[in-house]
């Protein structure tokens, strides 16, 4: 929701709102797969998927939306609201690229993201970068803050 919302408001990304609704139907739909599953949760989502298809498939989200039992039209629903405050994570996840491919993953708690020192070392302990790195020299190690880790060999 917060992701369409900063796109159709900002700079009108059509195409990031689309690959950003197929990303979700992805996730929701391995959910949708688990042996547990909320049926009032899928109802509840399927609701708001239907608001959030609306300025792209318009005929599409009316047709749904009535087949789900609401009256009137999607668009008089309104659009969606998130809660910012459910969107702060307390970690990041870091790649850790060595020689240009990504071999390894930090988690690291969020204020750390920001500390390219931290990070550096959080990569240079990491036990497979350790392995991949061994007999190795490290020519250059770049930290971009929140981003990722980039190491250059010999």
Same mark, same amino acid.
């Given at each position: ?5 900063d796109?159709? #408001?900002? @700079?009108?990304?059509?195409? &990031?709102?689309?690959?950003?609704l197929? #990303?979700?139907?992805? &996730?929701?739909a391995?959910y949708?797969? @688990? #042996?547990?599953?909320d ?7 399927l609701?708001?998927m239907?608001?959030?298809?609306? /300025?792209?498939? /318009?005929?599409?989200?009316?047709e ?14 309104g659009? /969606? ?5 459910a969107?702060?994570?307390? &970690?990041? #996840?870091?790649p ?9 993953r930090l988690?690291? /708690? ?20 350790c392995?991949r ?6 020519r250059?190690?770049?930290? $971009?803050? @929140?981003?990722?880790?980039?190491? $250059? &060999?010999?």
């Amino acid at each position: 929701v917060k992701k369409l919302t900063d796109e159709l #408001e900002g @700079r009108l990304g059509l195409n &990031t709102c689309v690959a950003a609704l197929m #990303e979700f139907h992805s &996730t929701f739909a391995e959910y949708c797969q @688990r #042996e547990s599953v909320d049926p009032g949760l899928i109802r509840h989502v399927l609701h708001h998927m239907c608001q959030l298809l609306a /300025p792209f498939a /318009p005929f599409v989200s009316e047709e749904l939306w009535h087949r789900l039992g609401n009256e009137g039209s999607v668009l008089e629903a309104g659009w /969606p609201q998130y809660d910012s405050r459910a969107l702060i994570s307390e &970690t990041v #996840e870091i790649p850790v690229q060595i020689d240009g491919k990504i071999r390894a993953r930090l988690q690291v /708690p969020a204020e750390t993201a920001d500390d390219s020192q931290a990070l550096q070392d959080a990569a240079m302990s990491h036990a497979d970068v350790c392995a991949r790195l061994e007999g190795r020299t490290v020519r250059r190690l770049i930290a $971009v803050p @929140r981003k990722m880790v980039s190491i $250059v &060999t010999q």
